[in-house]
């Protein structure tokens, strides 16, 4: 059963500072790994996703991925309250193939 | 990015009762996803909406208690049958982008409170 994991938080990060969401997965067939944020009552929406073992930069938020560790993380840096939200790391196959598996979630706090 | 619509947004059902969710994208899409959120938890995947074909539902899930249809490239249901307390969830339809690149994009969600 395919698996994706990530640290369980909550987390609390000082404004300005560099927050880290993290993840891992079972399936070493997965091939593609989304980061969404989900505020409080909405839906998830996405943030971010990678194909490529490195790192992929968007604004102020980097992915990275690293196949070989099944690892992938989340870096948001210059943290603003308004980042403040739960964030669902997902797993899918090659693209556009396969479902997606969402992990269980990390919740961040943003301290002003 | 794909812009979709769920009602009712909310509901109070009584145990026993069924009801009906519609999901409407704004652009065709091969595939719908149902998934289900319960509180303070991750998202389950309940099944898959194909057009034309029979929904593919996931281990603990079956067509008696959750079925689907899938009329159109734009349009799906999911209805809750005989709903019970446990049932009490958010229910989020999801469709993939134009983009092809796998990612999902959802709906606003409807919270189910059974009684």
Known sequence: ?112 | SAVISQKPSRDICQRGTSLTIQCQVDSQVTMMFWYRQQPGQSLTLIATANQGSEATYESGFVIDKFPISRPNLTFSTLTVSNMSPEDSSIYLCSAEGQGNTGELFFGEGSRLTVL
């Open chain 1, 1 to 112: 059963q395919k698996e994706v994991e990530q640290n369980s938080g909550p987390l609390s990060v000082p404004e300005g500072a560099i927050a880290s969401l993290n993840c891992t997965y079972s399936d070493r067939g997965s091939q593609s790994f989304f980061w969404y944020r989900q505020y409080s009552g909405k839906s998830p929406e996405l943030i971010m996703f990678i194909y490529s073992n490195g790192d992929k930069e968007d604004g102020r938020f980097t992915a990275q991925l690293n196949k070989a560790s099944q690892y992938v993380s989340l870096l948001i840096r210059d943290s603003q309250p308004s980042d403040s939200a739960t964030y669902l790391c997902a797993g899918g196959g090659a693209w556009g193939n396969e479902k997606l598996t969402f992990g269980t979630g990390t919740r961040l706090t943003i301290i002003p």
